[in-house]
């Protein structure tokens, strides 16, 4: 792939890359992959933002487009070198039948690796999640684990069953012959809570605190780790994995690694107030103010509303009995597995991930500063 004579020559395609961490992964390899002369954008809604690309050196292509099309999948994937595939629904809050998050996630895979298979693409890389090891249904924390780390992987919950399946596929697809007759090379890549400019469910906190008077109140104990990850780091850990999967084939292909950086051990409520206390909100109580069993049941209602209401209307509150769980259930990675496979160093420094985010969330209408 990378010989002389096709240097400068590389496609690669990102499915999914209007997202939230597509579009960092997209705005990562203009910055960082000098081999690429066309980079492909491959999305169910392509984002006004594509067309300031488009005047760069290298070609970027938008293609709108459904990943559950096999078809659409496969000609977007036609004479490309390396696919990173990040499309997903990402729905932990109901808005999603399990049917359709299945769908997507699951058969949408499946369709990027046939289309990888019968184009004679070699190198997929796959987002993956956390949520494939856990938190499980039992509420086991999982302290600072890593790739190796026995835990019970038990899922109920649509989202975290179809990306462990996925991954599955993925895995299982390394060293399947592509047309040509080389090896497919593939790996997966897990992010813990992922943060940073563009996050939505960042965004919808900052409002609920500006709607409470620049105040939100604790509901998870502090001593409960969630993980973070800056989305600038995973990005490129995107880029670095896309970029040695080819001349580390044999150590690299097959291997799952978690996505981690800097960012400091917290509780969640504690690591978002890192960028929301100094636009101006405030985390009220050094406990949570509501006892455990009460948003337990609080959880149950929501989940019993959004089920009575799905006829008329769509009822999907971020409390449910499923990211309650998570939100009140240890779950943090040490590691550096892609320390050692493909040289990863974190990108972006914890101050610099805190700052760059702490601008965005101040950028947003309606500062409360
Ligand atoms: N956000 C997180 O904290 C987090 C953590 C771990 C893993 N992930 C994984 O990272 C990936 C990206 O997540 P995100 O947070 O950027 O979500 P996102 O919703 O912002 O981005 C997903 C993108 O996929 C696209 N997409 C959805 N369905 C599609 C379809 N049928 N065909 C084509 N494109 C489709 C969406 O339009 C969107 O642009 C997902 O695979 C997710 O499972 C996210
Ligand atoms: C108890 C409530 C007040 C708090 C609700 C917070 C809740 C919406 C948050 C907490 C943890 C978040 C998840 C976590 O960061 C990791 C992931 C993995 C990723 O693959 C998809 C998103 C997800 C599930 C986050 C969703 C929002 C959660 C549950």
């Given at each position: ?9 590389l496609v690669y395609l990102v499915t999914g890359g209007c997202g939230f961490l597509g579009e960092h992964v997209v705005r990562m390899l203009l910055q960082q992959e000098p081999r ?32 559950t099309q096999a078809h659409e999948v496969a000609a977007a994937v036609a004479g490309a070198h390396v696919v990173i595939h990040t499309a997903g629904l990402v729905d932990v809050f ?131 780790e969630h993980g973070r990850v800056y989305v600038g780091n995973v990005a490129w850990m995107h880029v670095l994995v896309a970029r040695e999967l080819e001349h580390r084939a044999a ?119």
């Amino acid at each position: 792939m990378a010989d002389s004579a096709q240097a400068q020559k590389l496609v690669y395609l990102v499915t999914g890359g209007c997202g939230f961490l597509g579009e960092h992964v997209v705005r990562m390899l203009l910055q960082q992959e000098p081999r690429l002369c066309e980079l492909r954008i491959f999305d169910l809604h392509l984002d006004p933002w594509l067309e300031e690309l488009k005047t760069g050196p290298v070609q970027v292509t938008a293609i709108q487009g459904d990943v559950t099309q096999a078809h659409e999948v496969a000609a977007a994937v036609a004479g490309a070198h390396v696919v990173i595939h990040t499309a997903g629904l990402v729905d932990v809050f109901g808005r999603a039948s399990p049917e359709t998050i299945h769908e997507v996630n699951v058969q949408g895979t499946q369709n990027v690796i046939e289309a990888c298979v019968q184009s004679g693409t070699r190198f997929l890389v796959y987002t993956s999640s956390m949520e494939v090891v856990g938190p499980n249904v039992k509420g086991q924390p999982f302290y600072r684990g890593n790739e190796n780390t026995p835990y019970e992987a038990a899922h109920r919950h649509p989202y975290p069953c179809s990306k462990a399946l996925a991954e599955r596929l993925v895995l299982e697809a390394n060293g399947r012959k592509v047309r040509g007759g080389l090896p497919l090379v593939t790996c997966a890549l897990r992010p813990t809570g992922i943060y940073g400019e563009g996050h939505q469910i960042m965004r919808d906190f900052y409002h609920q605190g500006l709607r409470l008077g620049g105040r939100l109140f604790r509901a998870i104990p502090a001593s409960v780790e969630h993980g973070r990850v800056y989305v600038g780091n995973v990005a490129w850990m995107h880029v670095l994995v896309a970029r040695e999967l080819e001349h580390r084939a044999a150590l690299m292909g097959g291997q799952v690694y978690f996505c981690y950086d800097n960012s400091p051990y917290k509780s969640y409520e504690d690591f978002n107030m890192e960028f929301l206390g100094p636009c101006g909100l405030r985390l009220v109580g050094a406990r949570p103010l509501l006892p455990y069993w009460l948003l337990v049941l609080l959880a149950a209602l929501n989940a019993l509303l959004q089920w009575l209401l799905r006829p008329l209307l769509l009822y999907a509150p971020l409390l449910n009995p499923y990211t309650l769980a998570v939100a009140n259930t240890t779950f943090t990675v040490s590691t550096d597995k892609a320390q050692r496979h493909f040289g990863y160093e974190p990108l972006f420094s914890w101050e610099e991930s805190r700052t760059r985010t702490i601008r965005w969330v101040q950028a947003m209408e309606g500062s409360a500063q």
